[in-house]
Structures are given as structure tokens and as C-alpha cells.
């Protein structure tokens, strides 16, 4: 989320507004913002502040010292289910967008005045942030820093998905639970796009609407059905699916296996629900012998000219249409702890936003439901 990133190949330490997490807990105001130095190692990007732009997508926390307050809650489950806990304190998100403000002498990747945006850098719940210069995305000239911040992270994760973990063909029949999310709306589109026919699970009938519009064919509320895999089976005419994208995890996977056909593919990208339990593997041979992968972004990016590609790939699509970035929310820096409570209650739907304090307008345009 930081306004400006720089890059400088030295040691060096930087001060702005942050959102720094000391602890995870109840319902208690615990979330502080605080101005404070984060150190920079040798061959890093080095980030800078900066007033204007600079998105990210959204994070609570606590701690610091001589800083603005900002009270709020934090949601008792961050990370969920502690699957990716981290030394506290720490600053939370990984996404965002900015610009180069500073370039040291060994770093040859970006310029300053460079727009970039990033993900999979953690700390950018901050006003600036420090990024490796390789890793940088250079923006062209009709991506702004609201649509990259939106759609980087999970557009290059829709991109892998139905370009490597399973390729989409024409006339797959694909089920996608969290429809209306702003990974299944992504998800959506681009199976559709591919010739694709989705099925979609939601939680209510207003965002069941949402992943209409995105291209769903049909929509599944899951607290209306009892057996959502014989749901899915009734809905492509008796048949299992050569493929389920699942970003739920625990409260999904069971009927994610039971949705497959015969040499089915279960795409276990999430666990928004918390973590699949244990289980014994001789399930997928008795299923039909189905596969299950769990892969992650950070190994379909790992070299830079495959990360600049994925970009590549995701603006075209942008460009297109065949990828519309749905933001429903914008919240200031230090709105932050509100963000994450309206994610935890189920009250949004598409990306949220955080903006440095001083850049952020509006206000929040979610969608209830």
C-alpha cells in the first residue's frame, strides 16, 4: 500500500505511518498506527513516503511508539487458524502500488518517477515500503494504482489457475466456491472467458447477483442446500466436474471431492474457512482417482521475466474486459482494523483498498449481504 517506493542497494531506515501488529486476540481495541523506522538490508528496493496514490489491498494491528492512535478491533483469527503466523510485531499485506522516488546505484530495474506495483512483499500496510527492485511491476500508462493494488495479487492467481494448475479448456463444466469474492469474481470471468461454464457457490442471494453478472451459469446459495455436491452433480446433468477451484477450505472440501468426476481435479488454493483436517490420501483413489493440488503464487512468479509475463497477461485481459476489477471498499490507512471486521463478518464482497490517510476519499461502497 505504500504511496512511494524507492530503490537503493545500501542500508538505510525509513519513517512513516504504519499499521504495526503486537498481538491477536479478542474484540478489544488493540489496533495502534504509529510513525517508526523499518530497516532496509543491502540489495533491497527501498521504500519511500509519499502523499499521493499508493493503494493496497486490506489488515488490523497494534503497537509502536509516538505515533497517531488508531483504535479498532482486530479480528480474532489473523491469520486464520494461525496457518501463517509471523514474529510479532509485524505489519501486515503483501500488494500495492506506488512510485519510485529514489534509486540507488546498483539497482538498474526501475527509475524514479517509475509507477510499480508489487505483491508478495510483506509489510505494505504502511505509507512506505520496501520492495527488492526486481520484483517490481511496472504500470503502463492506462493501469492506474487503483486497478494494479486491485488486481495484481489475484489476478496473477486467477492467471496460474486456469492457465497451470488446471487449464481451462472450452466446454469444462468448473465449480468455484466463494463466487462473489474478489477472487471467484476474478475466477469468474476468466473461465468464462476461456470457453468455460461456472457454477458458483455464495452466501447470499445478493452476491449469488454478483457472480451472475461476473458469468456464472448457475449460482448455489450454500446455506440453501443440504447436499451441495448432489447439487452440483443435479446442476450438469448427473454428472461430476473435471475440476473444482476451492478458496474456502475446511467448510468446502468434502463436497468439493464428492462435486469431481472420475480423475477429477480438486485446485485447493485457500482456506478462508480455516485448514483442511488430515486425511488419508486413499479418498482421492476411492473418489474416482482424483488429484489434489495445493499450489501458491509465490512459485508461479519466482523468476522475474514468468512475473512480468503473468502481469503482462492480467493488463491485457484489463484492457480487454475480460477482466472487470470490482473495488467495493476504500478505507484510509487507518481504517485498516474496520476493513479487516467487514471482511470477518461476511459484509463484502469484490477488493477493498487501503489508502494513505492524506490520499484517501470517499467513502466505503461495499456491498451489503
Known amino acids: 500500500m505504500a504511496a512511494f517506493i524507492s530503490a537503493r542497494a545500501e542500508a538505510g531506515l525509513l519513517a512513516g505511518n504504519r499499521i504495526t501488529i503486537n498481538g491477536v486476540g479478542g474484540d478489544e481495541p488493540i489496533l495502534e498506527g504509529h510513525a517508526s523506522d ?52 509485524f505489519t501486515p499485506g503483501a500488494e500495492g502500488a506506488g512510485t519510485v522516488v529514489e534509486v540507488g546505484p546498483d539497482v538498474a530495474d526501475v527509475a524514479v518517477g517509475d509507477r510499480v506495483g508489487w505483491v508478495e512483499i510483506p509489510g505494505t500496510y504502511a505509507e512506505r515500503a520496501v520492495v527488492d527492485s526486481s520484483r517490481l511491476v511496472p504500470l503502463p500508462d492506462d493501469i492506474d494504482f487503483e486497478t494494479a493494488a486491485a488486481v495484481l495479487l489475484q489476478g496473477m492467481t486467477a492467471h496460474y489457475l486456469v492457465k497451470d494448475a488446471y487449464p481451462v479448456q472450452g466446454g469444462d463444466t468448473v465449480l468455484v466456491h466463494a463466487a462473489a469474492g474478489g477472487m471467484g469474481l476474478l475466477l469468474t470471468q476468466l473461465i468464462t472467458h ?28 450454500s446455506s440453501a442446500v443440504d447436499d451441495l ?7 450438469n446433468g448427473g454428472q461430476g466436474l473435471p475440476v473444482v477451484f476451492d478458496g474456502v477450505g ?13 480423475r477429477g481435479h480438486l485446485v485447493l488454493f485457500g482456506a478462508a474457512s480455516g485448514a483442511v483436517p488430515p486425511f488419508d490420501p486413499i479418498r482421492l483413489a476411492h473418489g474416482g482417482s482424483l488429484t489434489l493440488i495445493r499450489p501458491s503464487l509465490g512459485d508461479f512468479i519466482a523468476d522475474r521475466s514468468e512475473l512480468l509475463r503473468r502481469a503482462a497477461d492480467v493488463f491485457e485481459w484489463v484492457r480487454s474486459k475480460a477482466l472487470e476489477v470490482t473495488v467495493t471498499g476504500r478505507y484510509a490507512l487507518s481504517e485498516a482494523s474496520r476493513a479487516h471486521s467487514d471482511l470477518e463478518a461476511r459484509r463484502t464482497t469484490g477488493k477493498l483498498l487501503l489508502v494513505p490517510d492524506a490520499a484517501a476519499v470517499g467513502s466505503r461502497e461495499e456491498t451489503q449481504g
Open 38 to 89: 523499518s530497516g532496509v538490508r543491502s540489495g533491497r528496493s527501498r521504500g519511500a513516503a509519499g502523499g499521493r496514490g499508493g493503494p493496497a489491498a486490506a489488515g488490523a494491528g497494534r503497537g509502536g511508539r509516538g505515533g497517531r492512535r488508531i483504535r479498532g478491533q482486530l479480528p480474532r483469527r489473523l491469520p486464520p487458524e494461525g496457518r501463517y503466523s509471523l514474529p510479532l510485531p
Open 194 to 221: 476461456l470457453g468455460g461454464r461456472v457454477i458458483g457457490t455464495t452466501s447470499t442471494a445478493a452476491k449469488a447477483e454478483l457472480a451472475k453478472r461476473a458469468g456464472a451459469a448457475e449460482v448455489i446459495l
Open 229 to 235: 455436491a448432489a447439487e452440483v452433480r443435479r446442476l
Open 250 to 262: 475446511a467448510h468446502t472440501f468434502d463436497a468439493s471431492l464428492a462435486s469431481l468426476r472420475t
